[in-house]
């Protein structure tokens, strides 16, 4: 993978920071999809801090590999996600895993941006990955630093630090490594992809999806 200058100019903002060219990686490589993966592989420590919510003391983990720009991704976001918050994390059923798997460049910029917002409250984080997948359509286009802008502002950015996060080779890096290892220990090929104790379910589940596959570890 090469390394090359992500650049977009507006009227008021010049936004260039180095950036993994996402945008033309090379095709995945000819594997067969993992079924399963152990779970102590599947929780080992990446470069950036795990991205979780619910009980540490669930029966049920259920990691979720994401992109940014993935229609599919957002429209499990808006779809199934709150019911699954609702009956299964917020029951202390399922510990929920995020992680980062960006498809291309303006994916794992909206990714920094929600690092950044979360690097003292993990909410803030979860809040505006929420936000940028509610709002997809509006920034996921051909001129997308301005609406990106406009939502990073709501959530406190200033440009200043805007350009900043934007700016931060370490965290794009700890993002790269988190997708490298899904690609290349996990065998992920697609987002969204879960691993529900350890067993994957590629595509967007639905709710019924989720609880066809998560109640049998609830049972006794």
Not at 53 to 58: E, F, L, Q, T, W
Not at 119 to 140: G, V
Not at 203 to 220: E, N, Q, R, T, V
Request: charge should be neutral; charged fraction near 20%; aromatic fraction near 10%.
């Amino acid at each position: 993978m090469t390394r090359r200058k992500f650049c977009q100019t507006t009227a008021t903002l010049v936004l260039a920071t180095s950036v993994l060219g996402f945008s033309s990686l090379s095709p995945f490589p000819d594997m067969a999809f993992a079924e399963t993966v152990p779970t102590d592989e599947l929780m080992k420590a990446d470069a950036l801090p795990e991205m979780a919510m619910g009980s540490d003391k669930a029966p049920v983990t259920v990691i979720e590999y994401a992109s940014m720009t993935c229609p599919h991704c957002a429209h499990f976001q808006e779809t199934t996600f709150p019911e699954l918050k609702k009956r299964y994390i917020d029951t202390g059923k399922v510990r929920y895993i995020f992680r980062e798997f960006p498809l291309d460049s303006l994916a794992a910029a909206a990714f920094m941006l929600a690092r950044c917002a979360g690097k003292d409250d993990k909410d803030k984080y979860f809040a505006l990955i929420d936000t940028l997948f509610r709002q997809q359509r509006q920034w996921a286009v051909e001129k997308p630093i301005p609406p990106l802008l406009a939502i990073a502002k709501q959530a406190g950015f200033t440009e200043q630090t805007f350009n900043a996060c934007l700016a931060n080779q370490q965290t794009l890096d700890g993002i790269e490594s988190i997708r490298q290892r899904a690609i290349k220990q996990f065998k992920v090929q697609s987002t969204p992809t879960f691993f529900i104790n350890g067993t994957a379910h590629p595509g967007a589940l639905s709710i019924d999806d989720m609880a066809k596959a998560i109640d049998p570890y609830l049972k006794g």
